[in-house]
């Protein structure tokens, strides 16, 4: 029996693989990014790993969001910072 395909994405900041499931989409609207946690949203998507703060960052974010990235860096930090500070590490 064949194993069940696991689609894959790739993070735009640090060009890691990962399921797509792992991942964190963002869609570019008319109105700017914006945080898509359904992955059914319109628009041109790209996918962060939510849980690398450094992914987050404005200078990686550039490649997809463009002018934006400044606005979209300070989104994820606000919404994931805090999940991210409460992580154990190991």
Avoid: N
């Avoid at 890691?16 to 991942?23: M, S, T």
């Avoid at 200078?59 to 999940?83: D, H």
Wanted: with cysteine; aromatic share 4%; charged share 30%.
């Amino acid at each position: 029996m064949k194993p069940k395909h696991v689609p894959e994405r790739m993070c735009v900041a640090c060009r890691r693989r990962r399921p797509k499931r792992e991942l964190l989409r963002i869609v570019l609207t008319s109105e700017g990014p914006v945080i898509d946690p359904t992955g059914k949203k319109p628009g041109r998507g790209a996918y962060v790993c939510p849980d690398e703060a450094e992914c987050w960052a404005e200078k990686k974010l550039r490649r997809f969001a463009g002018a934006k990235a400044a606005t979209l860096s300070q989104a994820l930090f606000t919404l994931l910072g805090p999940a991210v500070s409460e992580k154990p590490s190991s």
